[in-house]
Nanobody
Framework: QLVESGGGSVQAGGSLTLSCAASEYNSRGDCMGWFRQAPGKEREGVAS??????????RYADSVKGRFTISKDDAKNTLYLEMNSLKPEDTGVYYC?????????????????WGQGTQATVSS
């Protein structure tokens, strides 16, 4: 069970932080990610994270590099996405996802567990 929160409406240049509570899912070595879907567009991978011991491996879509930060707190079973310098094109429904891959991936087919999504709207 994955439950997202933290969406909202901001102006361009603003920030939002999304959270994903994974209350029944605890695979610390598996892959977790954030995806988004804008109206009329396909779902796209935004960021992915895999932890191996004390090391986290992270991948970002080119469109968000330098602006978004993915992280997770294994003790709280919570995944985060900090979004800064937001642009109108970042608008969409953001989904948290978990999968069994042991490497970072932005391919939605690699994820089998999905949250319900949270809306983020960026106005110009």
């Amino acid at each position: 069970q994955l439950v997202e929160s933290g969406g909202g409406s901001v102006q361009a240049g603003g920030s939002l932080t999304l959270s994903c509570a994974a209350s029944e899912y605890n695979s610390r070595g598996d892959c977790m990610g954030w995806f988004r879907q804008a109206p009329g567009k396909e779902r796209e991978g935004v960021a992915s994270i895999v932890s191996a011991g004390s090391t986290s491996y992270i991948r970002y879509a080119d469109s968000v590099k330098g602006r978004f930060t993915i992280s997770k707190d294994d003790a709280k079973n919570t995944l985060y996405l900090e979004m800064n310098s937001l642009k109108p094109e970042d608008t969409g429904v953001y989904y948290c996802a978990a999968g069994e891959r042991t490497y970072t991936t932005l391919d939605s087919h690699d994820y089998g567990n999905w949250g319900q999504g949270t809306q983020a709207t960026v106005s110009s």
